[in-house]
């Protein structure tokens, strides 16, 4: 079983995405860390609780993230409209009592790397402001990972904050393209084949009474259905997390590239991440020539997939 640890800003198909996890045989949860994003950085740990309570497994440990972006900028904006000012649909659950780890989520991760090298597995859901202090703070912490998914990035599609970028990479885009100058060990799901890995809304609404998981999840979609409806007139919802979590458990069920990646972090595609396909280029340095390769997904066998993230 690998050993996972969750990076989330839940986040309704944040939500999902853990929650389906830890229906997972196939993972051992070890960790979750929380991230800004969907939501700040309190209100996804508060609702990194919920779920932990929500799935009966209050025992594993949350280290709480970043407040402000990798270049230090304090947030100040959130996606509300389509999450919900509380991350959950504005379904209002009272708090639940938790006790945050005494580490920061970057030190929590560092740690769990150090004691465990070649072992540990990060799927991260958010901006990844909290994978990039790490790599900064501990220069092994990149070599030393077992492997590091991530939910971001447009590479040749249109993005969903802008026609340009994708919102995780837009949420940190100066934490994004650290990343990528720092790991090999990387499979980075974007929107290229998120956008074709869907739950629909007679799907969703089926999913109220089938257990704890189904209602909680039924309840919580519905303000997310009303995004894609108005947002794309389309009545289904994008499973972008669960997507990349089923990178987790099934990479045979994507198409992958190999390539170096840079993310813009000014002019208006700020936040858009570039892939560089070609497998040679002119051999005098250039800004792209010392990034390491990463494996960036770009087909899915979509049906299978959704079917069997939903079964979950
Ligand atoms: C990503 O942005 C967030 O809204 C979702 O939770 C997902 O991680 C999709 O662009
Ligand atoms: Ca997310």
Not at 74 to 83: G, I, R, Y
Not at 155 to 168: C, D, I, K, S, W
Not at 202 to 222: D, P, Q
Not at 255 to 260: L, S
Request: net charge negative; with cysteine; glycine share 8%.
């Amino acid at each position: 079983r690998k050993k996972l640890v969750i990076d989330t800003d839940p986040g309704i198909d944040d939500g999902m995405a853990v929650l389906i996890a830890m229906n997972s045989e196939e993972v051992d949860i070890i960790g979750l860390t929380t991230v800004f994003g969907n939501v700040y950085t309190p209100t996804a740990t508060r609702n990194a609780f919920k779920l932990l309570e929500i799935a009966g497994r209050t025992q594993i440990p949350v280290a709480e993230g970043a407040q402000r972006t990798f270049a230090g900028i304090e947030k100040d904006w959130v996606a509300d409209f389509v999450h919900g000012d509380d991350g959950f649909g504005n379904m209002n659950f009272p708090d639940v009592k938790g006790e945050k780890d005494s580490r920061s989520a970057a030190d929590f991760l560092i740690e769990l790397v150090r004691e465990q090298p070649g072992e540990i597995c990060i799927l991260a859901l958010g901006p990844v402001t909290n994978l990039a202090l790490a790599m900064q703070q501990d220069p092994s912490f990149a070599r030393n990972l077992g492997e590091l998914v991530i939910l971001g990035g447009a590479f040749f599609v249109n993005g969903n904050v802008n026609p340009a970028t994708e919102a995780n990479f837009f949420g940190d885009p100066e934490a994004a393209d650290f990343v990528f100058g720092h790991s090999a060990k990387i499979k980075v799901v974007g929107l290229d084949v998120t956008h074709s890995c869907t739950f629909t809304g007679s799907e969703l609404k089926g999913l109220h009474g089938k257990g704890r998981f189904g209602t909680f999840l039924s309840s919580i979609t519905a303000f997310y259905l009303k995004y894609h409806q108005d947002s794309y007139d389309m009545d289904a919802v994008y499973v972008h997390d669960p997507a990349a979590l089923a990178v987790v458990l099934w990479p045979s069920l994507f198409t992958w590239r190999p390539g170096q990646i840079r993310v813009l972090t000014e002019s208006v595609a700020r936040g858009m991440s570039v892939m560089d396909t070609q497998l040679k280029r002119w051999n005098r340095p250039h800004p792209w020539t010392d990034r390491p390769k990463v494996q960036v997904a770009v087909a899915v066998n979509a049906q299978e997939v959704t079917q069997r993230l939903l079964q979950r």
